[in-house]
């Protein structure tokens, strides 16, 4: 299957521990989003690359948040000192700036 | 905030059309309406996307009204496998760097 992979697709941690997930998009494809989804919520844009440069953040993102992409490759979305309000689903997507977007599973994350 | 409104929920009957309303009286002359739809415990997947013309695909139709303020998504033979959140969002095309999506409308196919 090409489709977009996420990494790991639960994590449990405890409030004041760092997470980390892991999207690895369609190859070919040179956007990659950041999007999260808590219960009963359409998904909320958090972040876009184009390639390895971050073009947009939205004002979701705090300071505790960090997402890279080296090399324009796989992306890497960073929470430090987790909240309970960080508890969601945490979805990836690629796509080349055209009119779809290809989404990942997803990861849930749940801060005890 | 998102640019549409559509009903939070609808049921349909298996074997029939299901028809999903939205309303998007404030979208701009170069904006298009896509329809993503998701599967409980799944990521969104792409329906169809148009501009002012009625369009088709494997999956559905679409029928944008002439003032474009309106859209109604049709799948033509609902099966239980269609039951999903189904979201109707509205962007550029040349430039999709991020989708706004809504609450959407939940669609329940019944036996």
């Known amino acids: 299957d090409t489709g977009v992979s996420q990494d790991p697709r639960h994590k449990i941690t405890k409030r004041g521990q760092n997470v980390t997930f892991r999207c690895d998009p369609i190859s070919e494809h040179n956007r990659l989003y950041w999007y999260r989804q808590t219960l009963g919520q359409g998904p909320e844009f958090l972040t876009y690359f184009q390639n390895e440069a971050q073009l947009e953040k939205s004002r979701l993102l705090s300071d505790r948040f960090s997402a890279e992409r080296p090399k324009g490759s796989f992306s890497t979305l960073e929470i430090q000192r987790t909240e309970q309000g960080d508890s969601a689903m945490y979805l990836c997507?690629?796509?080349?700036?055209?009119?779809?977007?290809?989404f990942g599973p997803g990861t849930r994350l749940t801060v005890t | 905030d998102a640019k549409t409104t559509q009903p939070p929920s609808m049921d349909c009957a298996e074997g029939r059309a299901a028809n999903l309303p939205c309303n998007h009286s404030t979208i701009s002359g170069n904006e298009y309406v896509y329809w993503y739809r998701q599967i409980h415990s799944q990521g969104p997947q792409y329906i169809i996307h148009?501009?002012?013309n009625n369009e088709t695909n494997e999956m559905a139709s679409l029928i944008i009204t002439e003032d474009r303020k309106s859209s109604t998504l049709i799948l033509p033979h609902a099966t239980l496998r269609d039951t999903a959140v189904y979201y109707c969002i509205v962007g550029e095309s040349y430039n999709t760097d991020k989708l706004i999506f809504g609450t959407g409308t939940r669609l329940q196919v019944f036996p």
């Open positions: 997507a690629s796509g080349q700036g055209r009119y779809e977007q290809y």
């Open positions: 148009g501009l002012k």
